[in-house]
């Protein structure tokens, strides 16, 4: 079944062992969008990504999802929208995400349970330590709304905290692009791609925006390591499990 013109459905009978017992994978409510340009949820982009996790042997997976395809808190504030409003609002769009991307991954045969930081009790459960380790520890893909669950944190931010929290040992920081440049790839031909950065020059440098800078200076006080790649090249996602080159990987140093 062919999905726009950019990707396609398949199941690889390859299998990658991972390297990683549990990892974090963060996605962008813009990459659940798909074939939607104007915003919103698109299930077969969500199947495609569950395809693309089914692929990953033996690690435990989480997932954070941003909002994006919905709405930016930064961007609705103002004409009479609070700041905290605002950022309520970007949270809660976060969970009409969690709860879809979990019904897709259970239709696909991906048993996944979305969990949220915003108490939303009739709509998704409440996440608690003991419970997403629970669902970890079952096999189960636990994907984490709400951000922070307080205003004012990023998506990102809320990522690298949950994390640590979790002892993850990689964060995968899916995005359009192969990894971190020095400047935007598609308005700079002349960008130039790092193999691997660390965590300090990645608070430090001004041109690498990878995520923001909280969540990087969170993640370098932790050594969070961070692999930044490209989400829709197909089998990406289990060859950063494995220890494969894929992308930038930001680490406390580069030996």
Known sequence: MIIGFMYKR???FA?????????????????LQGKHDGGGFDAERAAWIADEIKKVKGAQI??????????RGAEVEGNGIQGVTAHNMGMLATIINAVALADVFNSEGLDARALTNVKV???ADQFTHRRALSHLEKGR????????GRPFMTTDTAAVSLAIELKCEVILKATKVDGVYDSDPHKNPDAVR??????QQAVERPDIRVMDKAAIALAHDHEQSIIVFELLKEGNIARACSGEAVGTTITVNNS
């Open 141 to 148: 893909i636990v994907i984490v709304a709400g951000g922070t």
């Open 121 to 123: 009790d009739q709509v």
């Open 15 to 31: 299998i990658l062992v991972t390297m990683y017992k549990r990892v974090l994978l963060k996605l962008s409510g813009e990459q």
């Open 62 to 71: 989480v997932v954070v999802i941003g909002a994006g395809n919905y709405v």
């Open 194 to 199: 790092f193999e691997t950065l660390t965590l």
């Open 10 to 12: 398949v199941i690889s």
